[in-house]
C-alpha cells in the first residue's frame, strides 16, 4: 500500500447558487429524422422578468459589482456551461438544502426572497425531510443597509447551542449573493458550533445536483483545516484497521455495501460517502487510502482530497468491463500489486458475468437524468444487452467521467453532456425507442407518443447497481415497462380525441361534447366509464 499523507492545506472558501436559462435548438446524429423544438425556452420568462428574477446576466454583473466576482469565477471554473446555460430543471440549492437537512445535529438557515424560501422548503419536506428549515427575510432597505447580513448574524448566535448542533449551514440564494452580502465574514466557530457560510445563487450553479458539492466542499474544506490544526473527534468508522476507500456521491445503500465486499480481497474496507451524514464522517472520508468518485460532478470536493494528498479513481464497479477497469484503477492508486487485483476481481467478474447473462436486457432505450450517475447506468444498460442509443445528463463533462463517455461511444451510443429537455426529447424522437428513461417532461412527452417510460430518479437510480448485485437489479422493470407498448397503444386509442384541445376541461353530459370551430370530422362522445377490459 502507499503510505497515506497527512492531512494539510492552506484556508480555502466554498461556496455558491442557482436559476434556469434556455437551451439550444436540439439535434441528435442519427439518420432517422429528428424534431426539433417549437416552444419557446422555459427560461424565456425569467429572462423577461425584473426584480430577483431579472435574468442571469444581469444577476451576474450585480453580483460581480458587489465584490462577488472572485466567486463567481470559481463557480464558474468548478462548474462548466455546456452547448446551452442551464438545464431545466428544480432550483439547484434544493440539492445543497437536502445534504444539510440529512446531516445529525445540523441546523440550517437560507437568506434569500421569501418565494424561493418557500419553494425550497416545501420541495425538501415534500421529500421527506423532518427537519426545521431557518430564514432569515430581507426588505429592500435591510438588504441594501447591511442590516441582513446583521440579522443573520443575530440569528446564528441564537441558534448555536451546542447541546443542540455541530453544525449551522448558512445559504445565500440568489439576491444576497448579487447584493454581496458577505457570509464568509460570519465567525467560523460560535460556542463549539462550526458555522458553514454558503452562496447557492441560481444564476451561478447549474444544477441542483452539482449544488451538493458546493456544501460537500465546504464543509471538507473545514474539516481539512481542522484535522491540520490538531486532534479531531475520532469517527465511528470501519474498525477493523484496514485502509478505505471513500465513496464520493449518493448511492442506493446497498452499494457501499455490496463495494465494501467486493473490496475485502484487496486489505481495503469501504469508507464514507460523501456527502455524509454527520460532521465526525467527513476526517473519516479525508483519511482514507483514495476516493471512488462514483459521481464525477464533485469538484469542489476533490479539490479538497487532492489537497490532503488523496488520489480520486473515476467511473464505478458496474458491469463485467467496467467492474474490471474499476478494480485496476484502485489497485493502482492504492498501491496493490497486479496479482492481487487480478485474484481479487475474478471471481467477482465471474459472478457479474452470470448475473448479466441471467437477466439479459433486449430492448431499444434512450436515457436522461440529472443526478450525475447517467453514465454508469447506461454502461449497466448495454453490458446487460439492451440497444442502448443515447445517454443525456444534466452534468458537465469531467476528468472522471471522461472513461465512461469514450468507452459508451465506442459501443455505438450518442452521450449529451448538460443536454437540455429538447436535446432529450428530440433523441426519443429521433431514436424511437421502445422504453424511455428520463426526468418528468420527457417520461410525460414519451407517454403522450405511446412510448413505455420510466422516470430515471426513482425507478432507477433508487436501485443496486454496483458489481454482481447490481448486474441484474434493472432487467425485471426494464423487459415489463418495455413490454407495455401494446398497452400503451390500445390506451391511446381508447382516449385519442378527448382531453386535449377544444375537449378539454369538464361537461357534465357525458352523451354531448363542444364541437370542433372548424369543419371537421363530428367528435365521438368519450365513454363514461372504463374497465381493465377495455386495455
Known sequence: MKPRPVISGSPDAAASEVIYEAASSATIDNPQVVVAPSEPSLGAGLQAAGGCHGGKAELSRAAEAAGNGELMQKLSTDYPLGPHDQPQSMCPAFGSLRVGLRMRRTATVLSGSACCVYGLTFTSHFYGAKRTVGYVPFNSESLVTGKLYEDIREAVHKLADPELYDTIIVTNLCVPTASGVPLRALPKEINGVRVVGIDVPGFGVPTHAEAKDVLAGAMLNY?????????????????SGRPTLTLLGEMFPVDPVTIGRMLEPLGLAAGPVVPTREWRELYAALDCAAVAAIHPFYTASIREFQAAGR????SAPVGVEGTAAWFDAIGE??????????????????ATKAALAGSPIRARITLSGYEGSELIVGRLLRESGADLRYVGTACPKTKWNEADADWLEAHGVHVEFRASLEKDIAAVESFEPDLAIGTTPVVQHAKQKSIPSLYFTNLISARPLMGPAGAGSLAAIINAAAGNRGRFDRMTQFFEGV????????WHDPHTLPQK?????????AKTSVTMEDF
Open 223 to 239: 474539516a481539512r483545516l481542522e484535522a491540520g490544526a490538531g486532534p479531531v473527534p475520532a469517527p465511528k468508522g470501519d474498525k
Open 311 to 314: 488520489d480520486v479513481v473515476g
Open 333 to 350: 492508486a492504492c498501491g496493490i500489486p497486479v496479482r492481487t487485483v487480478d485474484a481479487a476481481k475474478a471471481p467477482i467478474l465471474a
Open 499 to 506: 382531453g386535449k384541445d377544444h375537449t378539454s376541461g369538464v
Open 517 to 525: 370551430p372548424k369543419a371537421g370530422k363530428p367528435l365521438v362522445a
